[in-house]
């Protein structure tokens, strides 16, 4: 089977809270299969909950669209939602966290039938809270998202049609229905929350020792680079192999060209215009 291969970076941060409240951190691993369950291991401060902030280096702004679609949808979306065009997020971003209700709560979703309808069906899903609405401990523990700005366009990203489909890209479905992104992960063996499937989250309070795995995203795009902040301040770095790298290989089974196709272009704000196709052009090629 013919392999498309991906690397990507990452940084695994350690960080150090005040006093006595050394944070210690580790990844199982240094090499990743996209879709593998990426592992996280440590100590934080006995009685504290975990925050594990996983942040792609890879950022987006509103202003850095390039398609007439996209800066048209994303100017009308600046206008409309708390967030400016020179906002810039992380293009995937990932709060693990035994604590969930820190960032928001489950709420019910209707979704399916007519368009002017609420929706015939219903499911729930994980719904980020407004920044006014985080104490400022959740804040703290953001890692790079630190303005209200930067939280509204990361909500917009994870619960926006648009936001999802064309930023972030990675889709939480039910069925075959795109319900949100995902954005804040705990435990699924004690919530059996859709969206928790692959994230387990060990921690024992009394001593402050955890592990936290999460399933990565199959559609990871080539060369990112994540940086990971245990408890909310990047102090110290850990390396499981060299200071400050953390080198993944990422493995789509099956490529493009496999199936007589054209490599995707891996950023949508780059898209080039398709040439169409006349009738006696695909009559010549053989096509209907």
């Keep these: 089977m013919q392999l498309f291969w991906m690397v990507i970076a ?6 150090a809270q005040p006093a006595l409240a050394q944070v210690q951190a580790e990844i199982d691993k240094q090499e990743y299969l996209a879709g593998d369950t990426v592992t996280i ?4 401060e006995p009685g504290k909950d975990l925050y594990i902030a996983i942040s792609s280096q890879r950022k987006f702004a509103p202003n850095e669209a390039g398609g007439v679609n996209e800066i048209k949808s994303l100017n009308a979306a600046v206008e409309e939602n708390a967030f400016e065009a020179d906002t810039s997020v992380p293009v995937l971003y990932y709060m693990l966290t035994n604590n969930p209700d820190k960032f928001g709560a489950v709420e019910k979703k209707r979704f399916g039938g007519p368009s002017f309808a609420r929706g015939i069906y219903s499911t729930t899903m994980f719904e980020l809270a407004n920044w006014q609405e985080l104490d400022e401990e959740a804040k703290s523990m953001l890692g790079p998202l630190k303005s209200p700005e930067e939280w509204a366009f990361y909500k917009y990203n994870h619960e926006n ?7 972030t890209k990675e889709r939480t479905q039910v069925g075959k229905v795109t319900i949100f992104a995902r954005s804040v992960l705990t435990d699924y063996e004690k919530n059996n929350n859709y969206w928790d499937e692959g994230t387990t989250i060990d921690l024992d309070k009394s001593t402050g020792e955890f592990t ?10 080539p060369d990112t680079s994540f940086d990971v902040v245990v408890n909310g301040e990047m102090d110290a770095v850990s390396r499981p192999t060299e200071p400050n790298l953390l080198v993944v290989v990422v493995v789509h ?8 196709l054209r490599p995707r ?11 169409r196709r006349n009738s006696r052009q695909r009559h010549s090629d053989g096509g209907a």
């Design 161 to 167: 049609g648009y936001g999802i489909n064309t930023i």
């Design 212 to 221: 936290a795995s999460f399933a990565s995203f199959r559609h990871t795009p």
């Design 265 to 275: 272009t891996t950023d949508v704000f780059d898209r080039r215009p398709r040439r």
């Design 10 to 15: 990452a940084a695994l941060v350690w960080c």
């Design 253 to 260: 089974p099956v490529s493009r060209e496999r199936r007589g």
């Design 41 to 44: 291991s440590g100590k934080i």
